[in-house]
Every structure is written in structure tokens, then in C-alpha cells.
């Protein structure tokens, strides 16, 4: 709570008698505050429901003054009728109302006032005003209710009734109000809050001072109890203790304060006993210390130089496998380099005898094509030596029609040569058969000419037709022994490829060794290049192991000297 922070939050000097009433007052102002308000709500809700009931009697009223004037309501444009008599005006009906019974009352015709004693804020009466829209409004004219409440009037609130007149179809043609104002009843509990604020004072002081009073007594013997606990806190364990006699809580506090400073005593000498055990432990303690330090350095010695010698052989025989590692390695890079050699070398004659092997198949192939090809050429030749053979047999058999031509050429001549000398004895009659004749001659003539000369051509083409067949018939034997040689060529090609082809398969063979010998041989370098590499890591250990050797050496001496120093 912000009061509770509040009083936290006072300076640390402020004593407890103080707060304490602080505490008090607050506590009391609250709850009058709290009480106050709850009696000042009870009064108003009272004073309301008074209000309330006062202006039912006021409306009683009002209605039995308009009673008397009789009972038959009629609204006749803004004329509210009673009885036929028209009530607007009748100001004496409402100023009895509030001369009798207090607050106001007004007669509306419809929803304008026509008689009231509500006054405008200069003074005069409020007639001809209209009620204002709102939850009275809406009670009287849309509902066909009475309103019980409070409502504005010109500005000012009021607690009011409105009741509706009705004409005798139940229609409202007009209301009755009465209303007192809430600003006089406010002005009331104003009065009487201010009155009970006064009062809360009044009785608050006197409650106030008796607390304070009433506190330092019961407080007081607190500094007694004070001054027992800051002498044991400093060491004055004989000063007496008060309110140890009492039965109430400061008795309790007090012999709590004694319990505490006898304990404080026994503290006290437990701990310079215990002051003196410490300090014989301590002495007793550097004697072990001594002690323990020579046997340690003594023991730290012989196993420092004892490890000092082990790593010094460990980094010699580390040195010398390192170097034999090396050499192997180099040996190894050697033997690689030249297996490398020897492979590519194999695998250049590996590749020359696959291709020696190709042109050898190659040879074999173009010997077998000219051997088919010789056998062609025995089988032209054999042809060529028919034809040939045929065309001399033609050749005499054209011979002889040729000569048969020949001789009938010569009979022709003579039949022509008669018939030339028959012309001739005819005379004239024979002219025309002499020429024929004559023509007849010459043609029998060129015929045989002509005839010789094939016979002579023909003599000659037997002559060289004879020659062709001897030639054609030497070109048969020459292309047979050349077929036969070119079979033996062929037969000697085939062996030549299947030995090259056997010596490729070798060399493959070879290189394939070759190469394996050459991964094995690069593999043990690279086992011997990871052998050094842990020769290498192992001698840096090892120097490692060394320096850590010497710096514990150096440290366990530190060690030594601080427990010689204690």
C-alpha cells in the first residue's frame, strides 16, 4: 500500500516510538476515513429515499388539489382542460404544493409547462418551456410510465416523478411533476461530512498523543536491552541485564540477551583455546613440512634425472631411426622414380607392338585381298585365252568366206568380160547392157581388191591372234606362281601377326607388373614419408616431455622451498 511505502521510507533516525504512532494515526485515519464514507453513502441513499417518499406526498397532494377541481382531463390544442375549465395559468394549485410541502411542482399540457413554480436562471417562472428529451421523456410519452428519479431541469438536477395524464381514451395529454432539487440536499451531507471530518480530528488528536504516551512507557525499558547487546558485542560480558525479572516479551528479550552473552563468553574462551591449538598445529606443522620437502626434493631429483637420461636415449634412438627413415624414403623415391621409368618405357613397347601387331593384320589383309585378286586375274587370263582361242577359229572360218567371196568375184569378172563381148556384138542394142556390164566389171574388180586385202588383214590378225594366245597363256603361268607365292606370303604374314600379337600381350603383361611394382614401391614411401612424420612428432614429444620434465622439475623445488619456509 502507498501509505505502508510511505512510512518505509522514513529516515533510519526516526525512532520506533514515532513510527509506531505513525502507524497508529494512519491505521485510525483509515478506518474513520473508511467509516465516514460508508455512514456519508448510507445518509445520502437515506436521504434520497426520504427525498423519494416526501415527493410521493407532494404528488398526493398535487393531485388531490387538482381533484378538487374535478376529474375529466381533455388536452384541446395547448389547452389542458379539467372538467372544461382550463387549468393553464393555475400557478395558486403548484404554489400550494411547495408553500405546504416544499420543492416544485409542475402542470404540463402535453410536454410544455403551462403552470409551475420551476424558474427560469433570471428569475421568472419557466412556463412555455418543453420537457427535454431524454429518460423521463421517453417514461411519460413512449412508454406510458411514471419516472422515479433524478433529471436536468433548465440546467439543474433534480430528483422528480413525473406521472402521466390520460383522457378517458388512456391517451396522455399531459403529466404531473414534483421534484425537490439535489443541490440542497448535497448542500446537507456537505454539512454533515464537514461535521463528522471535524469531529474525526478532534478524536484523533487526544488518540494520538495517548499512543505516544502509552509507547514510550512500553518502549522505554528497549534501551536498557540496547545496551546489554552493544556491551556484549563489545566484548563486556559482566554488564547485568535488565527486564530479565519481567513475564511479558521484553522478559523474554531480556533473558534471550542474557543467553546471548554467556554464549558469547563460552565463545570467547573456545576460541582462544582454539587459537592455541592452531598455532602448536602450525609449528608441528612446518616440522612435517621440512620433512616432506627434503624427501620429495630428494625423490624429485632421482626421478628427474632419471627421466633425463631416458629422453636423451629416447631423442638418440628417435635421431637415428629418423635418419635411416629418411635415407629409406630417399632409397624408396628412387626405386619409385625408376619403376616409373621402366613401366612407361614397357608401356612405349607394349604400344609399339600393339601397333606393329595392327600393321601386321593390316599387311595380312591387303596380302589376302591381292592373293583374291591374282586368282581373279588367273581366272581372266583362262577367259582371255578362250576368246582369244575363239576369235583365231573365227578368224579362219572369216578366211574362208573370204576366199569364197574371192572366187565369186572372179566368176563375177568373167561373167562381166561375156557379157561385154555378147554387148558388143549387139551393137546398139547392146549399149546399155555393156555398161552394165562395165560397171558390173569394176565392182567385180574392187570386190576383189577389197577381198584381198581383208584376206591379208585377216591373215594378220591370225598371225597376231596366235601371239596373244602364246602371250595370255604366259600371263596365266606367270599369275599363277605369283598367286602361289602370294598364298606362302600370306601363310608367313599370319604367323608373323599371331607372334606380335603374342609379344603384345607380354608387354602388357609386363607393364602391368611394372606398374604394380611402381604403387608398391611409391606406397612404401608413403608408409616411410608417415614413419618419419611420427618419428618427427615423436621426437617433439619427447623434447616436449623434457621441457615439461624440467619445468616440474623446477616447480616441485619451488614447492620444497615453500614448505621449508612454511
Not at 382550463?86 to 411547495?98: A, F, S
Not at 605369283?482 to 601363310?491: G, H, K, L, P
Not at 611420427?534 to 619445468?551: D, F, K, M, N, P
Request: aromatic share 2%.
Amino acid at each position: 500500500m502507498p501509505v505502508f511505502a510511505t512510512l518505509a521510507a522514513l529516515p533510519r533516525r526516526l525512532g520506533v516510538v514515532p513510527r509506531l504512532v505513525l502507524l497508529t494515526l494512519l491505521s485510525v485515519v483509515c478506518v474513520a476515513a473508511v467509516s465516514s464514507g460508508t455512514i456519508l453513502l448510507q445518509m445520502r441513499q437515506y436521504a434520497l429515499a426520504q427525498s423519494q417518499q416526501e415527493l410521493e406526498s407532494n404528488l398526493a397532494m398535487l393531485k388531490a388539489l387538482l381533484a378538487l377541481q374535478g376529474r375529466e382531463w381533455r388536452l384541446q390544442g395547448e389547452t389542458l382542460l379539467l372538467d372544461g375549465k382550463p387549468v393553464n395559468g393555475r400557478m395558486e394549485v403548484v404554489d400550494t404544493v411547495k408553500a405546504v410541502a416544499g420543492g416544485v411542482a409542475t402542470i404540463f399540457a402535453g410536454d410544455t409547462r403551462v403552470a409551475t413554480n420551476v424558474t427560469r436562471p433570471d428569475g421568472g417562472r419557466a412556463v412555455g418551456t418543453k420537457l427535454a428529451p431524454g429518460p423521463a421523456y421517453d417514461a411519460v410519452f413512449r412508454r406510458g410510465e411514471a419516472y422515479h428519479g433524478v433529471n436536468v431541469i433548465l440546467g439543474a438536477e433534480h430528483q422528480t416523478i413525473y406521472e402521466p395524464i390520460r383522457d378517458p381514451e388512456g391517451r396522455v395529454v399531459g403529466l404531473l411533476f414534483v421534484g425537490q432539487p439535489l443541490a440542497a440536499l448535497m448542500a446537507t451531507q456537505d454539512r454533515l461530512a464537514f461535521t463528522a471530518l471535524w469531529t474525526g480530528a478532534a478524536v484523533t488528536l487526544p488518540v494520538a498523543l495517548a499512543v505516544w504516551w502509552l509507547m514510550s512507557l512500553v518502549l522505554r525499558p528497549l534501551k536498557g536491552l540496547a545496551g546489554a547487546v552493544n556491551a556484549i558485542a563489545a566484548g563486556q560480558f559482566d554488564r547485568p541485564v535488565p527486564c530479565t525479572e519481567r513475564h511479558d516479551q521484553l522478559g523474554e528479550i531480556g533473558r534471550a540477551v542474557r543467553s546471548l552473552g554467556e554464549g558469547a563468553r563460552q565463545a570467547r574462551a573456545l576460541e582462544a583455546a582454539a587459537e592455541a591449538q592452531r598455532s602448536q598445529a602450525a609449528a608441528a606443522q612446518r616440522q612435517m613440512q621440512a620433512a616432506l620437502a627434503g624427501q620429495i626434493e630428494s625423490a624429485v631429483g632421482g626421478i628427474a634425472r632419471a627421466l633425463g637420461g631416458e629422453v636423451e636415449r629416447l631423442e638418440s634412438a628417435t635421431r637415428a631411426v629418423g635418419e635411416g627413415t629418411g635415407a629409406a624414403a630417399r632409397d624408396a623415391g628412387a626405386a619409385t622414380e625408376r619403376a616409373q621409368g621402366a613401366t612407361r618405357n614397357v608401356q612405349a613397347v607394349a604400344a609399339a607392338a600393339d601397333q606393329l601387331a595392327a600393321s601386321v593384320e593390316e599387311i595380312t589383309r591387303r596380302v589376302s585381298d591381292g592373293a583374291a585378286v591374282t586368282r581373279q586375274a588367273v581366272e581372266a587370263v583362262d577367259a582371255s585365252d578362250a576368246t582369244v582361242a575363239g576369235l583365231s577359229a573365227a578368224a579362219a572360218r572369216i578366211g574362208d568366206v573370204v576366199k569364197l567371196i574371192a572366187d565369186i568375184a572372179g566368176q563375177t569378172n568373167l561373167l562381166a568380160l561375156n557379157a561385154t563381148i555378147e554387148a558388143a556384138r549387139a551393137g546398139e542394142a547392146g549399149k546399155g547392157f555393156a555398161v552394165v556390164a562395165s560397171e558390173v566389171k569394176s565392182l567385180a574388180n574392187q570386190t576383189a581388191r577389197a577381198t584381198e586385202e581383208i584376206g591379208t588383214q585377216i591373215n594378220a590378225m591370225r598371225s597376231a591372234t596366235g601371239q596373244a594366245v602364246q602371250t595370255v597363256r604366259g600371263i596365266a603361268q606367270a599369275v599363277g606362281r605369283m598367286d602361289e607365292v602370294t598364298s606362302a606370303i600370306a601363310a608367313a604374314v599370319e604367323e608373323q601377326s599371331a607372334a606380335t600379337r603374342e609379344i603384345a600381350r607380354n608387354a602388357a603383361a609386363a607393364a602391368s607388373g611394372t606398374q604394380g611394382a611402381a604403387d608398391s614401391t611409391e606406397r612404401l614411401g608413403a608408409h616411410v614419408g608417415t614413419a618419419a612424420g611420427a618419428l618427427e612428432a615423436l621426437r617433439e614429444a619427447t623434447t616436449a616431455v623434457a621441457q615439461q620434465g624440467q619445468a616440474l622439475r623446477q616447480e616441485l623445488v619451488e614447492v620444497v622451498g615453500r614448505l621449508r619456509a612454511g
